[in-house]
């Protein structure tokens, strides 16, 4: 991810907001700089149509998720977020970036995220389901939400 796609990955945390928390210019700025891995899709030449980050133990990083892996977990990677363009959904751009974070991953030995559990996200649990991640807690977020926080043994 370089500088330059910023802005393009702030329109699309903004467009998938509600299974993202917020982010300014200068929160994406921080993600891109601070992530262990920062990826963006361009699909044809049009444009970041996707992006990821997702971060190894030892950051600064103070999401409520991320701390609660790296309180049960010695090594990781923590996807943070990932966002698909709503016109580019339904052709294989989320799995091929979980397949770029999770060679990442590797080295690490797991990768960790969440999803909502409360209100369900039922897409997003069937999509991780399906690719091994297994329920490893749940954690109250602080918009009132449960997740249901996933491992992949890597």
Not at 79 to 91: E, G, T, Y
Request: glycine share 6%.
């Amino acid at each position: 991810m370089a500088p330059t796609d910023c802005d393009q990955v702030l329109e699309l945390n903004e467009e998938s907001v509600e299974s993202l928390s917020p982010l300014d210019a200068a929160g994406v700025d921080w993600h891109r700089r601070n992530a262990a891995t920062a990826l963006v899709w361009d699909a044809d030449g049009e444009g970041v149509t996707a992006f990821a980050f997702a971060f190894a133990p030892g950051s600064s990083y103070q999401s409520i998720n991320y701390r609660w892996h790296a309180d049960r977990f010695g090594d990781f990677l923590y996807l943070d977020r990932i966002a698909v363009s709503s016109k580019a959904r339904r052709h294989g751009i989320a799995s091929a970036l979980y397949d770029a974070a999770e060679a990442e991953a590797r080295t690490h030995g797991r990768m960790v995220c969440e999803v909502y559990s409360d209100p369900p996200n039922p897409a997003s649990l069937a999509f991780h389901q399906r690719r091994g991640y297994l329920p490893v807690g749940w954690l109250q977020q602080n918009n009132g939400h449960q997740t249901v926080m996933l491992e992949k043994p890597l």
